[in-house]
């Protein structure tokens, strides 16, 4: 088989197009979607993460303000009872009153009071009087006290406008178990005795104010009081971070640390509340739009494929009735194709239907030509036989005139011999310079004899070209030319100067002292004349371009300088090449 025609598998074998299909519809689904994922989850990615963040921070601003809120109202309110002369004056009155009448009396009067700002203050709950020194530390509360109350148990959260305020700590209510705030301040009595004001914040107070709820996310409180220490934790897995240095900053308002996100609040009345944020939960909304993403990529190659597949089967149907028309070929050249009815596919079918014709045409030439096979054959027979027969005639002409003496007729028969020899016989169409030139002087030799020796022919040669390598007769339609054209009433004068150009090139220019010829007749020289072809051995000019156009193409030009009365020049430039080159 040959070369052109064999089937060279491909190593890595035959790629499906219907699997091919389908991974080019992927990728023209998926590229899109990345691209637009990875641009959107930056942006989403900083959008929800202000957001989240931003909604955190202003829900514990909220809430810190509101327990602010809380301590300055207890601030406010044991302002009242502790610095208000007439609560103040009636305390003081019946620690001075010995009489149970009168004490009585007082402790109504004060009762009242207590009751008419715990109304005016719905955000108060357990107040009481106390006496740490006494037995009986409570003087006057307005509900029941625990019998544990123990002014020494409690932590202090904050210092503020001369006030201690706890917390947050379990109410002293006796009934009650509420986490509540207190607040406990000096009341001015006259005397040594040290009386104080013990104010709790309502009793479902704190925990409408710590929510987890209003964050939208599962968060953990931590309250630090102004010693730094943890006053209270809403979760103990949450990490307490009061170790870290970075906390002692004020500036420091967020941070991560050990999987949770920490927003912290610093309040002004000198405590701290921090809220927590698992970053599972803190990216909760991140992986619920990656979750859609994920499944929109999913539908997104379903459909793919599904697309893939329908195309395929598009596809497909006509690929097959194509290759069916090419099996069919081999059973049935002469058959018309069938149309798939797709524009394409058509478009290829058309194309085949007319290669099928030109398969047929040339199937029938080739018929053709096998049928006149044996008279060319018997023609090339004949061609080999004529130029046999005519030197063995040749031959014996020369030999009946060297046994008559007839000296000039045996060396132009010879000459004729060795011209029909170089020209009619078997040589190589490549020849070097010197098997030419030696053939171009036999065969101007003849011409001389011809015309009588009425014009001289010489040869100028660079000797280190005679080895280079020419096509057969490229010389001899230039000197024949030459004759022709440079018969003059002079003595006629053909020059051939064979030189070299530059290292590789060399230039032949073969002159006459003829009368010239116009442009016009320069350009129908190299045309093919039937006139011009019956001249000498019929070889044109035009004979010597189509030669060079096939040997050498574009590296050897052929030029013709002529004008009346000069003369006329022909120059043949071309590469100095050896006979591997050319044959």
């Not at 028969?413 to 060795?418: G, I, S």
Request: hydrophobic letters at 40%.
């Amino acid at each position: 088989m040959p070369k052109s025609l064999q089937y060279v598998r491909h190593p890595l074998g035959p790629k499906s197009l219907r699997r091919t299909l389908v991974v080019y519809l992927m990728i023209a689904c998926m590229l899109p979607l990345v691209l637009v994922g990875i641009v959107t989850y930056t942006s989403i990615y900083d959008m929800l993460t202000n957001k989240i963040k931003s909604g955190i921070s202003a829900s514990l601003k909220q809430e810190a303000g509101a327990l602010e809120n809380l301590i300055s109202n207890l601030d406010f309110a044991s302002k009242q009872f502790a610095l208000d002369d007439q609560l103040a004056g009636e305390v003081s009155a019946f620690l001075q009153e010995t009489q149970v009448y009168k004490k009585s009396e007082i402790m109504t009067r004060i009762s009242q009071k207590m009751n008419l700002v715990n109304f005016t203050n719905p955000y108060l709950g357990l107040t009481a009087y106390v006496m740490p020194e006494a037995e009986d530390p409570i003087l006057f509360a307005n509900l029941s006290v625990t019998p544990e109350f123990d002014l020494a148990s409690f932590r202090s959260f904050a210092k503020y406008n001369g006030a201690s305020y706890n917390g947050p700590h379990r109410t002293m209510y006796n009934y009650g178990a509420n986490i509540v705030f207190s607040s406990l301040r000096p009341v001015r009595i006259e005397g040594d005795r040290k009386i104080y004001v013990y104010l709790e914040s309502n009793y479902n107070l704190f925990r409408k104010i710590l929510n987890p709820e209003s964050y939208g996310v599962e968060v953990s409180h931590l309250l630090i009081n102004e010693q730094g220490e943890v006053a209270y934790v809403e979760n103990d897995e949450a990490p307490i971070p009061t170790s870290q240095p970075s906390w002692r900053d004020a500036s420091m308002l967020h941070e991560e640390y050990k999987g949770y996100h920490m927003f912290r609040y610093k309040s002004e009345q000198g405590w701290e509340l921090i809220t927590a944020v698992q970053k599972s939960t803190f990216n909760s909304e991140l992986r619920l739009w990656f979750t859609k993403m994920v499944l929109l990529a999913f539908a997104m190659l379903v459909f793919a494929g599904l697309i893939a597949m329908l195309i395929w089967r598009k596809v497909y149907r006509p690929l097959r009735k194509v290759n069916a028309e090419i099996v069919r070929m081999a059973e049935n050249r002469m058959a018309p194709v069938a149309f798939t009815r797709i524009e394409e596919f058509d478009l290829l079918l058309v194309n085949f239907q007319e290669m099928k014709t030109k398969v047929n045409d040339l199937i029938d030439a080739a018929e053709r030509n096998e049928q006149q096979r044996s008279q060319l054959e018997i023609e090339k027979l004949l061609s080999q036989i004529n130029p046999h027969f005519l030197h063995n005639t040749l031959n014996s002409v020369q030999w009946l005139a060297r046994m008559n003496g007839q000296k000039e007729i045996d060396k132009l028969v010879t000459l004729l011999v060795k011209v029909l020899h170089y020209n009619l016989g078997k040589q190589s169409l490549i020849v070097t310079l010197r098997e030419e030139l030696e053939a171009l002087h036999h065969y101007m030799e003849l011409q001389r004899v011809r015309y009588d020796y009425e014009f001289d022919f010489i040869v100028e040669t660079d000797e280190t070209l005679l080895d280079a390598a020419i096509p057969r007769f490229l010389l001899q339609p230039l000197v024949e030319n030459a004759i022709y054209h440079g018969g003059s009433e002079q003595t006629g004068r053909v020059a051939v100067t064979i030189r070299g150009i530059g290292r590789d090139r060399m230039e032949v220019v073969v002159r006459d002292n003829g009368s010239g010829m116009t442009e016009e007749e320069t350009k129908r020289l190299l045309k093919d004349d039937p006139k011009e072809a019956r001249r000498g051995l019929g070889i044109g000019l035009s004979y010597v371009s189509r030669l060079l156009e096939r040997y050498y193409g574009g590296d050897a030009t052929l030029t013709i300088k002529s004008r009346p009365g000069a003369g006329t020049q022909v120059i043949i430039a071309l590469p100095a090449r050896g006979k591997e080159h050319l044959e």
